[in-house]
């Protein structure tokens, strides 16, 4: 998947690299998404479960230009994200409207020091703020909430129709 799928199509920032290598992105999948857990699709289960193409989940965090100790928010409760942006050192704070998702993404992280919360997507987490980085798997075109939320050049990165990347700058 590194090679074929992210190399190829231009991601080149190496810690983002050896995030995708190293982080077991079966464990992290439904049963019965496993068998597709590195093909080069979106995956979408009956549950609500949803992660974007390997190239476009990989762009929005080479986008996101995480550094160690980067306080980030992620909004929308997704285990194999969270893993990544842990692998790279990010403080995380995870944003949900669903207790249950919530719960179940906590219950895989209890020895972290992640942040759980439940609470509107679209709002953001002001308490938590200011966060030197925003990542939503739901693009919102009022990101003005959010934007907010971000210190001085703060970036947030969402993914717009399941594939086409969008990055803006505070």
Do not use: W
Not at 21 to 38: I, Q, T
Not at 55 to 81: R, V
Not at 122 to 130: F, H, K, S, V
Not at 136 to 160: K, P, R
């Amino acid at each position: 998947m590194v090679k074929l799928q992210l190399e190829q199509q231009g991601i080149s920032d190496e810690a983002v690299l050896n995030a995708f290598c190293s982080v077991d992105k079966e464990g992290f999948l439904p049963e019965n998404l496993r068998a597709f857990a590195y093909a080069d699709c979106e995956l979408k289960n009956e549950n609500g479960f949803f992660l974007p193409t390997p190239f476009a989940l990989a762009q929005s965090i080479e986008f996101l230009e995480i550094f160690d100790g980067c306080k980030l928010l992620n909004i929308g409760a997704n285990s194999y994200t969270i893993a990544l942006f842990k692998f790279l050192r990010a403080r995380i704070t995870v944003l949900d409207k669903n207790a249950d998702n919530l719960a179940d993404v906590q219950a895989r992280f209890s020895e972290s020091n992640i942040t759980f919360v439940q609470g509107s997507e679209t709002n953001g987490y002001p308490a938590g703020a200011p966060f030197d980085r925003i990542f939503t798997l739901q693009h919102s075109e009022d990101t003005n909430l959010l934007m907010e939320q971000l210190s001085a050049n703060g970036i947030l990165v969402s993914i717009e129709n399941n594939k086409n990347v969008r990055k803006l700058i505070k």
